[in-house]
């Protein structure tokens, strides 16, 4: 007999004999059980085996519930894996292109599963995906060159639909964006990564499964990671294309409230009553002036932060991105901050204050 060793699957033991141990037990009864022969032969590792049929097993992998993430060694991803181990009800498994490389092995150190996948290559991703609950996704935007060479997010993002569908995952959860062109009537209709990903949302809507979206806005993070925050002679500025310091503009601690959003998602996506299947969630922070946020950076860091607009990039999709920021308030105007459906699901959101606090301040204050 076959035996399958895949996560969650189930496996016999082999067995040599076809001999029915029913027949067995009746020829027992028949000669005497006080036979000698029929005693040894009772005690035989093989005959015992016949009176103890297999039971079946399952790998001790059967009990875990894996959530697949994609992304895994950057921010997005790489937080819904730390949230995932800090959280126990889960089991992280990333997916990477480069299983041997320094930030795999990095997850890899830490007891987090690695496992070879490409979204380029959808065979691959259904041997990755095996034995998975749940899948995090997220593809990384073109913001350059439409999807030309059958290399962009639409691709990537229903390669992982359809090989996360074939081998039976439960739940999909799909890091989108909102489509501009949409949100505008058309009149941003350039902005290559947000539309790209609408239309994986879109054809993951189409596929059947179970699945929610979350959408995040400008990332905290990159205050110190671009870094958009830096040193003048007087303190510090933050500079950005296009925005003005009185438009309003809308931001994601992605370390803190992205990962916070999916926990609240995947434990709760099988109760009917939570009604999550379908939806997209703004994943969203605060929403401010960006003088504010200025203002608020200068106070955590002890020094004067102002706020600077830069002229434009000169790259269409990125230019009309932050113009239709500016024009549309950040574009989660219509969803109350913090997001109401998450906080019925039990989702803990983070201020812009303690952001400042607890991860910009340590990194400008030595």
């Known amino acids: 007999m076959r035996c399958f060793t895949h996560p969650g699957r189930v ?22 059980g006080g036979s000698v022969y029929i005693q040894w032969l009772v005690a035989s590792p093989a005959i015992h085996q016949l009176f103890n049929p297999p039971q079946l097993e399952f790998s001790s992998m059967s009990s875990q519930r894996i959530v697949s993430v994609f992304g895994a060694t950057g921010l997005q991803g790489g937080a819904i894996v730390d949230a995932l181990l800090k959280e126990g009800t889960f089991v992280p498994r990333a997916i990477s292109r480069n299983p041997d490389s320094l930030a795999s092995k990095a997850l890899k150190d830490r007891g987090v599963e ?11 991703l259904i041997r990755a995906l095996q034995g998975s609950e749940a899948v995090f996704a997220v593809t990384i935007p073109v913001f350059m060159h439409p999807n ?11 390669n992982i639909v359809d090989a996360a569908k074939a081998v039976g995952v439960k739940f ?3 890091s989108s964006l909102p489509s501009i062109s949409k949100l505008s009537y058309g009149k941003y209709k350039r902005v290559i990564g947000y ?3 609408e239309v994986v949302r879109k054809y993951l809507e189409s596929s059947g499964m179970s699945h929610a979206s979350v959408m995040v ?14 040193a003048t002679e007087g303190g510090y500025h933050i500079a950005l294309p296009i925005l003005k310091p009185t438009d309003l503009e809308s931001f994601t601690w992605i370390s803190r409230d992205l990962p916070a959003a999916v926990l609240g998602l995947l434990k709760n996506y099988s109760d009917p009553t939570k009604q999550i299947n379908g939806k997209s969630y703004p994943v969203v922070t605060t929403t401010l002036q960006c003088a504010k946020l200025a203002e608020l950076a200068g106070k955590a860091v002890g020094a004067n932060v102002t706020f600077t607009t830069l002229p ?28 109401p459906e998450l906080l019925a699901l039990g989702v803990k ?3 812009v204050e303690e952001f400042m606090e607890e991860a910009l301040k340590p990194r400008f204050v030595q």
């Open 11 to 32: 496996r016999r033991r082999p067995t040599s004999a076809r001999f029915d141990p029913a027949h067995f037990r009746r020829f027992y009864r028949l000669v005497g």
């Open 114 to 124: 690695v496992v070879k996948g490409d979204s380029l290559d959808k065979e691959g």
């Open 148 to 158: 030309t060479e059958g290399k962009g997010e639409v691709v990537q993002g229903k």
């Open 172 to 174: 999909f959860i799909w």
């Open 195 to 197: 539309e790209e990903k």
């Open 217 to 230: 806005a400008g990332f905290l993070e990159n205050l110190y990671t671009r870094p958009f925050m830096k």
């Open 312 to 339: 434009a990039t000169g790259i269409p999709p990125m230019d009309e991105m932050l113009q239709a920021q500016a024009e549309y308030n950040g574009l989660y105007a219509a969803t109350p901050v913090p997001n």
């Open 349 to 351: 959101f983070s201020t």
